[in-house]
């Protein structure tokens, strides 16, 4: 029997900041994306088990392109496995807007496609059914 909360998605968008760069370039450090895979993953708690739930791990974590300050980022969790307490989540950060200092201050554009920039399998934990 097939259970229906998999395939469930959650999508977050967010704004970089530019105090959040950490490196030369204006780059982003790598946390920031699982940080921000941590609150996708909450909702995704939330709304399959009605509990925030726990992070326990991650499986594969894989930086594929640099984050920026300027970016606007789509974070995507998608369940994948349901198990008695046990939720497997894939991952997603997706740069679809990005800063051109090179344009003016201010200035930035909407991607014609969307950058991977992080992906990642992890595992969530909710307390048992009462």
Request: glycine residues 10%; hydrophobic residues 40%; charged residues 20%.
């Amino acid at each position: 029997m097939s259970d229906s909360r998999v395939g469930l998605s959650v999508t977050h968008r967010r704004y970089v900041p530019y105090s959040h760069a950490h490196y030369a370039g204006d780059l982003v450090d790598g946390a920031y994306a699982l940080g921000l895979f941590g609150d996708v993953a909450t909702e995704v708690c939330i709304r399959t088990d009605g509990d925030e739930g726990l992070f326990a791990s991650y499986s594969d974590v894989q930086f594929r392109a640099p984050i920026r300050a300027g970016d606007v980022l789509e974070v995507v969790a998608t369940v994948t496995r349901v198990g008695t307490r046990s939720r497997t989540l894939d991952f997603e950060a997706r740069v679809v807007c990005r800063g051109r200092l090179d344009r003016g201050g201010s200035a930035a554009e909407v991607l014609a496609e969307p950058v991977v920039a992080v992906t990642a399998t992890g595992t969530v934990v909710v307390p048992p059914v009462a």
